[in-house]
């Protein structure tokens, strides 16, 4: 949720001119080469990449329809439907499972009200647990919030995400809607033990959970290079 | 052995190594600027000489796979280097501390390889999810080649390499060698059978080296420093420092770099110890392909030979510490899913089987299974084990097969008392 955060638009259709472009930027690797680097900015751009995308790949490229569509389908990263506007990960890997992850899961369901790899229907967050680890075991149990990590996510870490997120999303709406009105939490459900759900009660946990990026600059600050020096000299 | 320095992730002691000036004021690019002094066959004896062992998974070793290479005038085809940054195995995370904290030696690295094997070309094959990571690749060779260390003519040397970052979409199975080739292809990564290897047909049909990154960031001190050098750490057959990468219940989880030959006991103390103070139950020695060790078997000396003769493997080097509060059951569990969400579905057995292994033990676990199911689970593990297309089949085997061999009872009291005693997480 830094600036550097990638919110994905929240678009239907893909333009195809902008599918061209992309493509254009790879003419001068062979085609078969080219073809995930085309995928991967259609799908940053757009969220997904569609039937209508794969023909003009397809023609743009020179390859067959049906082989683009079957790369297309084989990996996980690129989406055949458009997802939420943010993307909520949590890993279940099995780093993570062993400091415990099936309570986070539980937290991010009672409270986004959505499953494992759904969308809010509002199409703001679509939430999707892994049992493939995301590689960063040192910080487990990790959480991947709009491509930020969050380490050593805790109960009440999450909770706090999933505040900052409904801080974002849904104060703005809020002013709009009378005060006290049931469109005020329509969607995202407060923390348990945040009390009364009242607008003010939100906007005032300012105090988010911070990524690790930030994490990982405090700690250099703090006690030079890294979290844990490795250097092996207890022996 | 006191203050050992590491020598592959260097920015545990040096901060900022991921800035070229830093790296080259700390005897940075020197590996490549010794390296072009010599033939293209004197460094990859060296390499030999060193007993280098490949840190992606196989442990074979690095110089005699170079030298499966067919000679360039009876097959005169481009060769390109393939270089395997995909790491997912999960508890493994040290190639991404190396690329994001370290690239220029990885690159160096790379550029040594290339040297020596008479390649122009290099793939960096970087996980889809490690967006930030192929970032920092791709500014670290910017950087390089401002320097003149990457491009046509390096260090007027005569001879050029260029280096492409190829990122990967999500798929474990792309680690696999082949898989990864098909990827590169922009196909399905379907694994390919073998022969021919990718030595001799590899990317787009050529004579192809495939490496870890990890592994090739050695190459850059051996080459300077010499063989016996590096031969001095580790053990007679794991020759070398080695890096772990350790979580679960421990203390200080993290990236280790040590002089290797550690045994699972020094590397906990090293890690600050069992998480809470608790007791050891259980540890993995290289990620979930690995069999689960009991902790008895904690006095292991973790290198190549001495973890596959307890009956599991050094793999990737990702240790896994369990504490008693671990359910053996969950833990096999999770890893099942891990492998029927990444089984490519080529081969029937994988493709099946560990679908059939998430649902036995997911009625286990919650408290449905019967008697017969802890046998039955055996029985598919062991079916899929060596009849698998592809390694990722048989690595879906040993924590489940090494589960019941150590903790039956575990298994039996999820039958008996009908549900999980473990029941916290
Ligand atoms: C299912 C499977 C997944 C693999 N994943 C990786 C990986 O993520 N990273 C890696 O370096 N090697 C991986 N390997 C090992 C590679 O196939 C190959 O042995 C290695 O990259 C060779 O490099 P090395 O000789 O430097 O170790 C995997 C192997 C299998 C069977
Ligand atoms: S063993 Fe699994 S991953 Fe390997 S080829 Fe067969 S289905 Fe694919
Ligand atoms: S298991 Fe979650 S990051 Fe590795």
């Given at each position: 949720?830094?600036?550097?955060?990638?919110?994905?638009?929240?678009?239907?259709?893909?333009?195809?001119?902008?599918?061209?472009?992309?493509?254009?930027?790879?003419?001068?690797?062979?085609?078969?080469?080219?073809?995930?680097?085309?995928?991967?900015?259609?799908?940053?751009?757009?969220?997904?990449?569609?039937?209508?995308?794969?023909?003009?790949?397809?023609?743009?490229?020179?390859?067959?329809?049906?082989?683009?569509?079957?790369?297309?389908?084989?990996?996980w990263i690129y989406k055949w439907r458009p997802g939420g506007k943010h993307?909520?990960?949590?890993?279940?890997?099995?780093?993570?499972y062993t400091t415990g992850t099936t309570r986070l899961r539980r937290v991010?369901?009672?409270?986004?009200?959505?499953?494992?790899?759904?969308?809010?229907?509002?199409?703001?967050?679509?939430?999707?647990?892994?049992?493939?680890?995301?590689?960063?075991?040192?910080?487990?149990?990790?959480?991947?919030?709009?491509?930020?990590?969050?380490?050593?996510?805790?109960?009440?870490?999450?909770?706090?995400?999933?505040?900052?997120?409904?801080?974002?999303?849904?104060?703005?709406a809020d002013q709009l809607a009378a005060p006290g009105s049931d469109a005020?939490?329509?969607?995202?459900?407060?923390?348990?033990?945040?009390?009364?759900?009242?607008?003010?009660?939100?906007?005032?946990?300012?105090?988010?959970?911070?990524?690790?990026?930030?994490?990982?600059?405090?700690?250099?600050?703090?006690?030079?290079?890294?979290?844990?020096?490795?250097?092996?000299?207890?022996? | 052995?006191?203050?050992?320095?590491?020598?592959?992730?260097?920015?545990?002691?040096?901060?900022?190594?991921?800035?070229?000036?830093?790296?080259?004021?700390?005897?940075?690019?020197?590996?490549?600027?010794?390296?072009?002094?010599?033939?293209?066959?004197?460094?990859?004896?060296?390499?030999?000489?060193?007993?280098?062992?490949?840190?992606?998974?196989?442990?074979?070793?690095?110089?005699?796979?170079?030298?499966?290479?067919?000679?360039?005038?009876?097959?005169?085809?481009?060769?390109?280097?393939?270089?395997?940054?995909?790491?997912?195995?999960?508890?493994?995370?040290?190639?991404?501390?190396?690329?994001?904290?370290?690239?220029?030696?990885?690159?160096?690295?790379?550029?040594?390889?290339?040297?020596?094997?008479?390649?122009?070309?290099?793939?960096?094959?970087?996980?889809?999810?490690?967006?930030?990571?192929?970032?920092?690749?791709?500014?670290?060779?910017?950087?390089?080649?401002?320097?003149?260390?990457?491009?046509?003519?390096?260090?007027?040397?005569?001879?050029?390499?260029?280096?492409?970052?190829?990122?990967?979409?999500?798929?474990?199975?792309?680690?696999?060698?082949?898989?990864?080739?098909?990827?590169?292809?922009?196909?399905?990564?379907?694994?390919?059978?073998?022969?021919?290897?990718?030595?001799?047909?590899?990317?787009?049909?050529?004579?192809?080296?495939?490496?870890?990154?990890?592994?090739?960031?050695?190459?850059?001190?051996?080459?300077?420093?010499?063989?016996?050098?590096?031969?001095?750490?580790?053990?007679?057959?794991?020759?070398?420092?080695?890096?772990?990468?350790?979580?679960?219940?421990?203390?200080?989880?993290?990236?280790?770099?040590?002089?290797?030959?550690?045994?699972?006991?020094?590397?906990?103390?090293?890690?600050?110890?069992?998480?809470?103070?608790?007791?050891?139950?259980?540890?993995?020695?290289?990620?979930?392909?690995?069999?689960?060790?009991?902790?008895?078997?904690?006095?292991?000396?973790?290198?190549?030979?001495?973890?596959?003769?307890?009956?599991?493997?050094?793999?990737?080097?990702?240790?896994?510490?369990?504490?008693?509060?671990?359910?053996?059951?969950?833990?096999?569990?999770?890893?099942?899913?891990?492998?029927?969400?990444?089984?490519?579905?080529?081969?029937?057995?994988?493709?099946?089987?560990?679908?059939?292994?998430?649902?036995?033990?997911?009625?286990?676990?919650?408290?449905?299974?019967?008697?017969?199911?802890?046998?039955?689970?055996?029985?598919?593990?062991?079916?899929?084990?060596?009849?698998?297309?592809?390694?990722?089949?048989?690595?879906?085997?040993?924590?489940?097969?090494?589960?019941?061999?150590?903790?039956?009872?575990?298994?039996?009291?999820?039958?008996?008392?009908?549900?999980?005693?473990?029941?916290?997480?």
């Open positions: 949720m830094s600036d550097q955060a990638h919110h994905y638009a929240v678009a239907r259709e893909i333009d195809l001119s902008r599918v061209r472009e992309i493509c254009d930027q790879y003419r001068n690797i062979s085609p078969e080469e080219a073809l995930m680097p085309v995928f991967q900015g259609i799908q940053e751009e757009y969220g997904f990449v569609n039937e209508a995308a794969c023909y003009e790949v397809a023609h743009q490229l020179n390859l067959s329809p049906t082989q683009v569509y079957s790369s297309l389908t084989f990996y993307r909520l990960f949590l890993c279940e890997g099995s780093g993570c991010v369901e009672e409270r986004l009200g959505i499953g494992a790899g759904e969308t809010t229907f509002d199409g703001k967050i679509t939430f999707q647990p892994f049992s493939t680890c995301m590689g960063a075991c040192e910080w487990s149990p990790l959480v991947e919030l709009d491509g930020e990590f969050y380490g050593f996510v805790d109960e009440a870490r999450m909770n706090q995400l999933i505040d900052e997120l409904n801080r974002q999303e849904y104060d703005a005020q939490y329509a969607l995202v459900a407060p923390a348990p033990n945040s009390g009364d759900a009242s607008t003010a009660n939100v906007a005032q946990i300012s105090e988010r959970a911070p990524s690790l990026t930030e994490y990982e600059a405090e700690q250099t600050a703090q006690s030079g290079p890294q979290p844990n020096s490795g250097n092996a000299d207890t022996r | 052995m006191q203050g050992y320095q590491p020598t592959v992730l260097r920015n545990k002691a040096i901060s900022g190594i991921s800035a070229i000036d830093t790296y080259i004021a700390n005897g940075g690019y020197e590996g490549l600027k010794a390296a072009l002094t010599m033939t293209p066959e004197e460094v990859g004896k060296v390499v030999s000489d060193s007993g280098l062992r490949g840190r992606g998974g196989a442990g074979f070793p690095t110089g005699r796979k170079w030298s499966f290479l067919p000679p360039q005038n009876t097959n005169p085809r481009p060769r390109y280097l393939c270089v395997n940054a995909d790491e997912s195995e999960p508890g493994t995370f040290h190639d991404r501390e190396l690329i994001e904290q370290n690239p220029h030696q990885a690159i160096e690295g790379i550029l040594i390889t290339c040297y020596a094997t008479n390649i122009a070309r290099a793939f960096i094959y970087i996980r889809g999810e490690m967006k930030r990571g192929a970032v920092m690749l791709e500014q670290a060779i910017a950087e390089a080649r401002a320097h003149g260390f990457i491009g046509d003519n390096i260090l007027g040397s005569g001879y050029g390499v260029e280096i492409v970052v190829h990122r990967g979409a999500g798929a474990y199975i792309c680690g696999e060698e082949s898989a990864l080739l098909e990827s590169l292809e922009g196909k399905r990564g379907y694994p390919r059978l073998r022969p021919p290897f990718p030595a001799v047909s590899g990317l787009y049909a050529s004579p192809t080296v495939i490496n870890n990154i990890g592994t090739l960031a050695h190459v850059p001190p051996i080459v300077r420093h010499g063989a016996d050098w590096f031969k001095q750490f580790g053990t007679a057959k794991t020759p070398g420092p080695m890096i772990y990468s350790i979580s679960g219940h421990i203390e200080r989880p993290g990236n280790y770099e040590t002089p290797g030959g550690y045994t699972m006991n020094q590397l906990i103390a090293l890690a600050g110890g069992v998480r809470g103070g608790r007791k050891l139950k259980a540890f993995i020695p290289g990620g979930s392909s690995a069999a689960i060790l009991p902790a008895d078997q904690a006095d292991l000396v973790m290198d190549f030979d001495s973890c596959t003769a307890a009956g599991s493997m050094l793999g990737s080097s990702a240790v896994i510490v369990m504490d008693e509060t671990t359910c053996m059951v969950g833990a096999a569990l999770r890893m099942s899913e891990f492998y029927r969400e990444e089984s490519c579905g080529k081969c029937t057995p994988c493709r099946e089987g560990t679908y059939w292994l998430v649902q036995i033990l997911e009625r286990l676990e919650h408290g449905e299974g019967r008697m017969e199911d802890i046998d039955l689970v055996a029985s598919v593990a062991t079916n899929i084990a060596g009849k698998s297309f592809c390694l990722l089949g048989d690595s879906a085997a040993p924590c489940i097969v090494s589960g019941i061999k150590h903790w039956r009872a575990e298994y039996e009291a999820h039958v008996t008392q009908h549900g999980c005693p473990f029941r916290q997480h």
